[in-house]
């Protein structure tokens, strides 16, 4: 699987930062050498801005690393302004958002809770239209685009090298009608099948689960080289965090182990959805 964009990015940004972090400096020092602003070095390292290749030859310089390195870096460099395919939708996936689905196209586990709704891998054409109608406000055509990435980014998990995914989905989230009974008997269709999937995992928080992590729906992302650590993501209406700290990951790693203890078996929460879509065709 070749790496999107969005993770050379953020490799690039890894790797400045560790030249930065070894030679004991801070960003500020870093500009004031090279005659750019502090905040110029600190855009380099959090992925929000883009580097040229000249940025990267003044770098290596000052850090005095080897050639292999420089040329390695400037590679990130060039390979991180592709557009991914996802980017070439325009305002049917908000900026914001294009920095997840890169993510989300390199991660190798994921983890999802959802509260409220079906995760979008596993959702209908419909019951994502349906959604993406009822939100922010969208223009027809960009609503159209929304959904065609959805249903696109939903191929990595039937991939031969898919991600290790495993989804906790609360039982509201199966019970709330979204369009209508058609819709949602297709889409808990829909979530069986998934179920059986080689690399995924499903499992159902029911009603009566007992005391569990309060926590609203979140993402954790893991990615296989050792240098790109976990990170979790939250969203919402027009913006999304992106918590990497050590901390962060151990806590909602913490938290996810618990709504997993809490949660229906892979093995049971099937029944449960069946009992649920036999409702709905009635």
């Known amino acids: 699987m070749a790496e999107s964009p969005t993770a050379r990015r953020r490799r690039l ?3 400045l930062k560790k030249l930065r972090e070894g030679s004991s400096l ?17 855009r380099m390292e959090t992925g929000s801005g883009r580097v040229q ?11 005095d690393t080897s050639d292999e390195l420089r040329e390695f870096l400037k590679s990130l460099a060039r390979q991180a302004k592709v557009r991914g395919w996802w980017q070439v939708h325009g305002t049917g ?33 419909s019951y994502a239209g349906e959604l993406h109608t009822a939100g922010a406000h969208m223009r027809t055509e960009d609503i159209a685009r929304a959904v065609h990435v959805r249903m696109e980014r939903q191929t990595i998990l039937a991939r031969p090298d898919a991600p290790d995914a495993w989804f ?23 979530v069986l099948r998934c179920a059986e999937l080689p690399r995924v995992t499903l499992q159902v928080l029911p009603f009566d689960s007992g005391t ?31 918590l990497e700290g050590e901390h962060h990951v151990r806590e909602y790693t913490r938290a996810f182990d618990g709504l997993r203890a809490a949660a229906l078996s892979p093995q049971r929460s099937p029944r449960l959805i069946e009992s649920i879509l036999e409702e709905y065709s009635r």
């Open 168 to 190: 906790i989905v609360g039982e509201g989230a199966l019970r709330h009608v979204i369009g209508d009974r058609a819709v949602m008997r297709d889409q808990l269709e829909r």
């Open 93 to 125: 996936v908000p900026e914001w958002f294009n920095v997840y689905v890169g993510l989300e196209q390199d991660a190798t586990t994921l983890r999802q809770y959802q509260c409220e709704v079906i995760p979008g891998l596993l959702q209908t054409e």
């Open 53 to 63: 290749s000249s940025d990267i030859d003044a770098l290596c310089r000052f850090y």
């Open 26 to 42: 801070t960003c500020a020092q870093v500009g004031e050498a090279l005659d750019w602003s502090g905040s110029k070095v600190n």
């Open 212 to 242: 569990y992590p309060v926590t609203g729906s979140f993402t954790m992302l893991g990615f296989p080289a050792p240098e790109d650590p976990d990170i979790v993501y939250r969203d919402g209406i027009t913006d999304a965090v992106y």
């Open 13 to 15: 940004s890894i790797e």
